[in-house]
């Protein structure tokens, strides 16, 4: 909702320009990675997601990066648009076990004409 | 399109009533889950689901329960609400085995 946006980092950008937000995850086991959008007053949204046998991974104009040796996630946005703005989640789940997902505080990124 | 619904956007309870908050989902889906979410502290998970009449406790359980009686419906029970549980919470459900998660619009509580 509106108030999801407070108290997170915040990633200011000008419309058309790329954007890269980053997550740090927190268990080296995890083997799948999503990334998230939430809009004011919605709930998240899956963007694209990636494996842990990938460092890569390519949709429209975004792209996950993965680093494991460092345990980071990037999300790029390539030209952001005022509808890009939003509040960015990573998500990751650990090997085994139920389909838990472990989400990240989030950060909200801005667009500005 | 798998749709995730919460019955209520807004609600305002007063402090020691009993909540029922309910989701729906309508693709038969094995996993069902409930998160609350605060400013500054992300998706917090209170309770899951992997089957009919089934539930796990997450991460912040304490003060809730839950009842799935029919697959397509996950209830979130706040026994005697408090202040410290006013938030906005969000349901979501994916099928077993599959990774991401489906998400319905989140309901936001405000107990008095």
């Known amino acids: 909702g509106e108030s999801v946006g407070l108290h997170l980092p915040t990633l200011s950008v000008q419309e058309g320009d790329n954007s890269i937000i980053n997550c740090a995850y927190s268990n080296s086991a995890s083997d799948y990675f999503i990334w998230y959008k939430q809009e004011s007053g919605k709930g998240p949204q899956f963007i694209i997601d990636?494996?842990?046998?990938?460092d890569k991974r390519q949709g429209q104009r975004v792209t996950v990066l993965l680093n494991k040796t460092v345990k980071h996630l990037s999300l790029q946005i390539a030209a952001t648009q005022p509808g890009d703005s939003a509040v960015y989640f990573c998500?990751?789940?650990?090997?085994?076990?139920?389909?838990?997902?472990?989400f990240g505080a989030g950060t909200r990124l801005a667009v500005h004409p | 399109d798998v749709k995730v619904t919460q019955s209520s956007r807004y609600l305002v309870k007063r402090t020691g009533e009993k909540v029922f908050l309910e989701c729906v989902q309508d693709?038969?889906?094995?996993?069902m889950f409930w998160y609350r979410q605060d400013p500054g502290l992300g998706l917090r998970l209170i309770y899951f689901s992997y089957d009919v009449k089934m539930k796990e406790k997450g991460d912040i359980p304490e003060g809730y329960s839950v009842s799935r009686e029919k697959k397509e419906r996950f209830s979130l029970i706040l026994e005697s609400a408090s202040t410290n549980q006013t938030s906005m919470y969000l349901c979501?459900?994916?099928?077993?085995?599959?990774?991401?998660?489906?998400f319905g619009s989140g309901t936001r509580l405000t107990v008095v």
């Open positions: 693709m038969d889906h094995e996993n």
């Open positions: 990636i494996r842990s046998n990938m």
């Open positions: 979501a459900s994916s099928l077993s085995g599959a990774r991401g998660y489906t």
């Open positions: 998500a990751e789940k650990g090997p085994g076990g139920y389909n838990k997902l472990i």
